[in-house]
């Protein structure tokens, strides 16, 4: 069973920074791609940052320039460096996991979600 795990979020001031961290646990081989995504109140979830196995990320406009995308694929884990933050950002962000293979109980290959994290960002 994979489960993914988000740690990191939090309140913090506009302009100020935060660093969320994804875990996947569970009998993993291999992971295709990680990512961010959020929810706004009122607002549908929407992609933050994605990074593939094979090396390209992709961001949301509104956060190129301020957020960075990590990956750690020997600890299976992601994250997310936050910086410049403003109120808009104020969401609760879920960690993705696409094309996970993993063997317990049985071979197979699925996507994931974590709980999610809230991020408030107020002065």
């Known amino acids: ?11 913090v001031r506009p302009g100020g920074s935060l660093r969320l961290s994804c875990t996947a646990f569970g009998s993993i081989v291999s992971i295709n791609a ?25 961001y949301a406009d509104s956060v190129k320039g301020r957020f960075t ?17 403003k109120p808009e950002d104020t969401a609760v962000y879920y960690c993705h996991g696409v094309g996970i293979m ?13 709980r999610g994290t809230q991020v408030t960002v107020s002065s």
Not at 102 to 114: F, Q, V
């Open 1 to 11: 069973q994979v489960q993914l795990v988000e740690s990191g979020g939090g309140l």
């Open 34 to 58: 990680m990512g961010w995504y959020r929810r706004a109140p009122g607002k549908e979830r929407e992609l933050v940052a994605l990074d593939t196995s094979g090396g390209s990320t992709t």
């Open 69 to 85: 995308i990590l990956r750690d694929d020997a600890q299976n884990m992601v994250f997310l460096q936050m910086n410049s933050l």
């Open 102 to 114: 993993s063997t317990i109980p049985e071979r197979r290959i699925a996507d994931y979600w974590g």
